[in-house]
Structure formats: C-alpha cells, structure tokens
C-alpha cells in the first residue's frame, strides 16, 4: 500500500515563498498512474512560476516538470505501462498531484507523457529529460501552427528523427546557442541524428567537451566571442547557409545574432518571448520564427509528445540521445531551495539539478 501523505515542495500561493511540507498522496483515476518518484528535475520555469505568477494557478501548488521513479499503482484502463516499472515523465501544472518536486505525483499514461527507462540509464539521468527534450523537440518537430500562450507557436516542417523519412535527412549547417544548457544538449543531439553538418555552439569553454559529445563540431566561448561578433565567427566556420538555428538562450543579443546567421527561408527556433520576426510568419525572405513551448500536455504538442515518448525509450537504449549530466542536490526536497537559487543567479554550468524526493530530510 502506498502511504496516504507524502512530502512535496509546496508553493502556497501565487508569488508566495515555497516551503517544504506535507500533503496527501493521490490516487490515480481512468488513464493515470501513481509514480513513487526517486528523481526530480530543478528547471529555470520553477523560478519563474513563483517569481512571476505564471501557469500554476490552484494553490496549494507543486512545480516540477520531470520526475523518474516506480510505478505504484495504475489507474484504470491504462495498458502501456505496469506496477512496477521504471518510467519518466513530464509533469504538468495543471494540478498540484501532476507536479513532480514530490515524492508521490500522477501521471498521465494515456497521453504518452510517460515512457519505461531502459536498462542503461538511472533514475536521475532520467528525470534530466522530459522538458528539455520537448522543449528541443516540439520546437523543431512540433506540427501545430496555432500560436498558443504567449504568443508561442510556429512550426518548421522538418520530420522528426525517429522517423526513417526524418533520420539524417537534413544537411547543411545549424547553430545552437547555449549547447550546454539542457534544451541546448538536446537540441545539438536531435540536428545531429536529423543530418546537419557543421553544428556550432556557445558555451563556456569548460563545457566545450559536453557540448562536442552531444554532437557539436564547433564550439564558440560565448565568453570571449560577444553575440554581436558570433555572425562573423560562425562565417569563418562555414559560408554553407545556416538554414536552423535553435537559440535555446533566446536573450535579446542571441536572438538577434541568430538571425542575422538565419539564411532566407530559414527556421530559428526561441525558448522565450521573441524580440526578432514574427511568431509562425515568415520575413519576407522567407525566415521563419518558432517559439517553442516544451510541455508535451498542451493540446497543440500532444501528437508530437505522443510520437517523442514512443520513440524515447529506443532512442535511449541505443545510445541515439543521452540524458544530460547530473548534479544531485543534497537532503532531497529541502535541497530545491538551495538549486533554484542558484539556478537564478547563474551558478549552474553544464549540469541539470536534481533532487531525490524519497531523502527528503
Ligand atoms: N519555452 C519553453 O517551453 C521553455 C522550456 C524550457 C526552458 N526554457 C527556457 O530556455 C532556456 C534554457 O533552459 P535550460 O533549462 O536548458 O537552462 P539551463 O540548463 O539551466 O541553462 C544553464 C546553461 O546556460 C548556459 N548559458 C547561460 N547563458 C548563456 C549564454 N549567454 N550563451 C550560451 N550559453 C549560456 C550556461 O552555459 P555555460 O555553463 O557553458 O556558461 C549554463 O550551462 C531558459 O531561459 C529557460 O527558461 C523555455
């Protein structure tokens, strides 16, 4: 029997402070599974949602969108995966039961925002995944035109690398600021398997080595080359047209130098408010801005999700994509704190924050 309250990282109210405390443990209806979560992601959109009162809007809240753990108990109705399997998942904040920084959350099966982890990868390198990978993945893949909340939307037409019409069907080269962010990783990750050849990045020079695993051929000290000067250095690179460019950064000065990089005809894909083109139009020559929305259980993402979750498991078990480095912080949900704070003031380099909900101190 599961127990019937846990420990969860709490937000109490919109722009209140979190705190760590106890609520009930939910039981999973038609479609849902009850997840004994052992590893959670720490996101920058934690920070935001308390900072800025955004997305989370019943209160008591849970935040968190990407949890690994054990299937507990599963609701009805619900066939692809079993009581105790090891699965990942994103989250949604939707309902404090569907928030991940706990030890006991809901997810939601049918839709496929779930998959079992394979053999080769743990807990923690799991629950590195899911929103930085649909983040990197619906902005590139996504299908939808509908501009969505914020002014998100946009597509950019190229077929998925799962897909064997998509694997390694794309040339040329493609730009990914930020390769040592998490969106980043798999952004670099993802154009690699679709076929682009150079792919260039920004990163502290101490992440050059992560970034060249993910597949990056070229890696710029964003550091000692200013966005403003990354056209120029990318044009020593390479004078082949850049036709993608994931600007997983997506401040004013990356967004702009991306599109100056952007060829005519072009996709360069934001993960925050666009200050460049126009979302889901294209420029007249032909650049297109996408603005992505990482959350695989919004209805405009969900066949893109459903496709991505399917495909996630093989793609992992073959080494084709790999989880992002780990940093586990201490004393489980009371360690949260600590990693969003520095998290906002920039002290995390080249690893995701994880915490383990189940050592909650
Ligand atoms: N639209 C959406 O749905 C969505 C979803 C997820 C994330 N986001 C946004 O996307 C961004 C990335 O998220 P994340 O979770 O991937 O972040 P993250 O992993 O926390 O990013 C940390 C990394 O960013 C790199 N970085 C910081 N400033 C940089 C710059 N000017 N140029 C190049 N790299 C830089 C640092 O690289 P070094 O250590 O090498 O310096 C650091 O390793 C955030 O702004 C986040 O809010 C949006």
């Known amino acids: ?13 919109k722009f209140a402070n979190f ?21 959670a992601a720490l996101n920058p959109v934690d920070n935001f949602i308390q900072k800025a009162g955004y997305f989370v809007e019943e209160f008591p809240g849970v935040t968190g969108n990407d949890a690994a753990g054990t299937v507990e108990e599963v609701g009805e109705g ?47 390198e799991a629950a590195t995944i899911p929103l930085g990978l649909a983040t990197a993945v619906v902005g590139l893949y996504g299908e939808r035109e509908d501009p969505m909340t914020m002014g998100r939307g ?17 040339s040329g080269p493609a730009l990914v600021t930020g390769g040592a962010s998490s969106v980043g990783q798999f952004a670099i990750q993802l154009l690699k398997l679709s076929g682009y050849s150079p792919i260039i990045t920004t990163a502290s020079a101490h992440n050059e080595a992560y970034c060249k695993a993910a597949g990056a051929t070229h890696v710029i000290d964003y550091r000692k ?53 126009k979302t889901g139009a294209d420029a007249e020559d032909g650049k297109r801005l996408v603005y992505t929305f990482g959350a695989v259980h919004d209805p405009t993402n ?60």
């Open 1 to 13: 029997m599961s127990p019937t309250t846990q420990q969860a990282f709490i937000l109490p109210a």
């Open 225 to 277: 080359v200013s966005y403003p000067e990354l056209p120029a250095a990318v044009a020593q690179i390479t004078s082949a047209p850049v036709s993608i460019v994931y600007d997983a950064i997506s401040l004013e000065d990356s967004q702009k130098a991306s599109w100056q990089i952007l060829a005519p005809n072009g996709n360069v894909i934001v993960t925050l408010p666009p200050v460049v083109g």
């Open 19 to 39: 705190y760590v405390g106890p609520r009930p443990v939910p039981q999973p209806g038609p479609g849902f599974v009850l997840v004994k979560i052992e590893s």
């Open 154 to 170: 946009g597509r950019t037409g190229l077929i998925p690398p799962w897909d064997a019409a998509g694997r390694g069907a794309y």
């Open 78 to 124: 619900v066939t692809n995966v079993k009581k105790g399997d090891r699965v990942v998942y994103q989250g949604w904040w939707n309902h404090a039961d569907r928030g991940t920084l706990q030890q006991y959350g809901l997810a939601d099966a049918a839709e496929f925002g779930i998959a079992k982890i394979p053999g080769n990868i743990s807990f923690d």
């Open 302 to 361: 969900r066949e893109v999700g459903r496709a991505m979750y399917r495909a996630l498991p093989g793609l992992l078990a073959e080494g084709l994509l790999k989880p992002n480095a780990v940093e586990v912080l201490p004393d489980g949900l009371a360690g949260v704190q600590g990693g969003l704070d520095r998290m906002a003031n920039g002290k995390v380099s080249g690893v995701k924050l994880i915490a383990h909900p189940q050592e909650t101190v």
